[in-house]
Protein backbone atom coordinates (compact mmCIF):
# COMPACT_ATOMS: atom_id res chain seq x y z
CA UNK A 1 0.00 0.00 0.00
CA UNK A 2 1.30 3.38 -1.12
CA UNK A 3 2.31 5.82 1.85
CA UNK A 4 0.07 9.01 2.04
CA UNK A 5 1.89 12.48 0.64
CA UNK A 6 3.74 14.14 3.23
CA UNK A 7 1.72 17.93 3.61
CA UNK A 8 4.29 20.83 2.48
CA UNK A 9 2.23 23.17 3.90
CA UNK A 10 2.98 25.29 7.40
CA UNK A 11 1.99 24.12 10.03
CA UNK A 12 0.24 26.43 12.82
CA UNK A 13 3.31 26.61 14.96
CA UNK A 14 5.09 27.94 12.41
CA UNK A 15 2.66 31.03 11.47
CA UNK A 16 4.24 33.92 13.19
CA UNK A 17 1.90 37.61 13.49
CA UNK A 18 3.39 39.54 10.73
CA UNK A 19 4.30 37.12 8.43
CA UNK A 20 4.27 37.94 4.75
CA UNK A 21 3.55 35.32 2.44
CA UNK A 22 3.44 35.78 -1.55
CA UNK A 23 1.97 33.64 -3.88
CA UNK A 24 2.62 32.95 -7.07
CA UNK A 25 1.41 34.98 -10.15
CA UNK A 26 -1.41 33.60 -12.62
CA UNK A 27 -2.62 35.34 -15.44
CA UNK A 28 -6.27 35.65 -16.11
CA UNK A 29 -7.59 34.62 -19.04
CA UNK A 30 -10.70 34.38 -21.26
CA UNK A 31 -11.21 30.72 -20.32
CA UNK A 32 -11.23 31.26 -16.62
CA UNK A 33 -13.98 33.96 -17.41
CA UNK A 34 -16.18 32.03 -19.59
CA UNK A 35 -15.78 28.86 -17.23
CA UNK A 36 -16.63 30.86 -14.03
CA UNK A 37 -19.63 32.37 -15.66
CA UNK A 38 -21.02 28.78 -16.55
CA UNK A 39 -19.81 27.43 -13.20
CA UNK A 40 -22.00 30.42 -11.34
CA UNK A 41 -24.31 31.34 -13.69
CA UNK A 42 -23.22 34.55 -13.83
CA UNK A 43 -23.57 35.91 -17.85
CA UNK A 44 -23.34 39.39 -16.90
CA UNK A 45 -22.85 40.95 -20.34
CA UNK A 46 -19.75 43.10 -18.60
CA UNK A 47 -18.14 39.74 -18.22
CA UNK A 48 -19.41 37.98 -21.28
CA UNK A 49 -19.55 40.60 -24.16
CA UNK A 50 -16.96 42.36 -25.25
CA UNK A 51 -18.80 44.76 -27.47
CA UNK A 52 -21.21 45.44 -24.63
CA UNK A 53 -17.96 45.99 -22.49
CA UNK A 54 -16.89 48.68 -24.59
CA UNK A 55 -19.65 50.76 -23.65
CA UNK A 56 -18.82 50.42 -20.49
CA UNK A 57 -16.54 52.89 -18.11
CA UNK A 58 -14.07 49.85 -18.16
CA UNK A 59 -13.93 49.87 -21.94
CA UNK A 60 -13.04 46.40 -22.36
CA UNK A 61 -14.83 43.14 -20.53
CA UNK A 62 -13.84 42.83 -16.67
CA UNK A 63 -13.17 39.25 -14.97
CA UNK A 64 -15.80 38.54 -12.08
CA UNK A 65 -14.24 39.35 -9.03
CA UNK A 66 -15.21 36.15 -7.35
CA UNK A 67 -13.65 34.05 -10.14
CA UNK A 68 -10.55 36.56 -9.33
CA UNK A 69 -10.85 35.40 -5.30
CA UNK A 70 -11.48 31.70 -6.55
CA UNK A 71 -7.82 31.94 -8.58
CA UNK A 72 -6.01 33.75 -5.29
CA UNK A 73 -7.56 30.73 -2.61
CA UNK A 74 -5.96 28.43 -5.12
CA UNK A 75 -2.61 30.65 -5.72
CA UNK A 76 -2.79 30.07 -2.04
CA UNK A 77 -2.63 26.94 -1.92
CA UNK A 78 -0.34 26.23 -4.68
CA UNK A 79 2.51 28.43 -3.05
CA UNK A 80 2.83 25.75 -0.58
CA UNK A 81 1.73 27.67 3.04
CA UNK A 82 -1.84 25.24 3.34
CA UNK A 83 -0.92 22.65 1.14
CA UNK A 84 -1.94 19.47 3.14
CA UNK A 85 -2.07 21.17 6.38
CA UNK A 86 -5.48 23.52 6.12
CA UNK A 87 -7.98 21.93 7.90
CA UNK A 88 -11.26 24.47 7.18
CA UNK A 89 -11.23 28.03 5.19
CA UNK A 90 -13.57 29.69 7.77
CA UNK A 91 -14.44 32.83 6.67
CA UNK A 92 -13.86 35.75 4.33
CA UNK A 93 -14.62 39.58 6.07
CA UNK A 94 -14.07 43.27 4.74
CA UNK A 95 -13.30 41.85 1.16
CA UNK A 96 -13.21 44.90 -1.17
CA UNK A 97 -12.81 44.86 -5.16
CA UNK A 98 -10.81 47.88 -5.13
CA UNK A 99 -10.28 47.54 -9.18
CA UNK A 100 -11.07 45.78 -12.02
CA UNK A 101 -9.68 42.82 -13.50
CA UNK A 102 -9.03 42.14 -17.26
CA UNK A 103 -8.50 39.12 -19.08
CA UNK A 104 -4.76 39.03 -19.44
CA UNK A 105 -3.93 40.70 -16.22
CA UNK A 106 -1.44 38.75 -14.24
CA UNK A 107 -2.79 38.85 -10.20
CA UNK A 108 -0.83 37.49 -7.03
CA UNK A 109 -1.50 37.66 -3.54
CA UNK A 110 0.24 38.76 -0.05
CA UNK A 111 -1.01 37.40 3.01
CA UNK A 112 0.48 38.69 5.89
CA UNK A 113 -0.50 37.03 9.42
CA UNK A 114 -2.37 39.11 11.77
CA UNK A 115 -3.53 37.13 14.25
CA UNK A 116 -3.03 33.53 15.62
CA UNK A 117 -5.21 31.27 18.15
CA UNK A 118 -4.82 27.73 19.36
CA UNK A 119 -7.11 25.64 18.94
CA UNK A 120 -5.68 22.63 20.72
CA UNK A 121 -9.48 20.61 20.93
CA UNK A 122 -9.71 21.25 16.91
CA UNK A 123 -6.02 19.83 16.36
CA UNK A 124 -4.64 23.12 15.21
CA UNK A 125 -5.45 26.54 15.37
CA UNK A 126 -6.72 29.68 13.72
CA UNK A 127 -4.62 31.90 11.66
CA UNK A 128 -6.31 35.59 10.51
CA UNK A 129 -5.01 36.71 7.41
CA UNK A 130 -4.87 40.35 5.93
CA UNK A 131 -4.77 39.76 2.13
CA UNK A 132 -3.76 42.21 -0.84
CA UNK A 133 -4.15 40.67 -4.29
CA UNK A 134 -2.01 42.47 -6.84
CA UNK A 135 -1.81 43.06 -10.32
CA UNK A 136 0.98 43.00 -12.98
CA UNK A 137 1.35 46.87 -12.20
CA UNK A 138 1.60 46.12 -8.39
CA UNK A 139 -1.88 48.16 -7.92
CA UNK A 140 -4.02 46.40 -5.18
CA UNK A 141 -7.29 45.04 -7.05
CA UNK A 142 -8.75 43.14 -4.02
CA UNK A 143 -8.10 43.00 -0.05
CA UNK A 144 -9.29 41.85 2.65
CA UNK A 145 -9.23 38.95 5.40
CA UNK A 146 -9.08 35.46 5.81
CA UNK A 147 -9.60 33.12 8.40
CA UNK A 148 -8.06 29.85 8.36
CA UNK A 149 -7.98 26.71 10.52
CA UNK A 150 -4.46 24.99 10.39
CA UNK A 151 -3.31 21.92 12.05
CA UNK A 152 -1.07 21.76 14.28
CA UNK A 153 2.53 20.21 14.15
CA UNK A 154 2.13 16.02 14.54
CA UNK A 155 3.98 15.04 17.97
Excluded at 90 to 106: C, Q
Excluded at 121 to 144: C, F, I, M, Y
Aim: charged content about 20%; glycine content about 10%; aromatic content about 8%.
Amino acid sequence: MPLPASPRGMYFEEFAVGQTIVTPARTVTEHDVVGFAGLSGDFNQLHTDAEFAKTTPFGQRVAHGLCVLSIVSGLAVQCGAMEGTILAFREISEWKFSLPVFIGDTVHAELMVAETKPFPRLGGGLVDLALSVKNQKGETVHRGKWRVLMASRPS
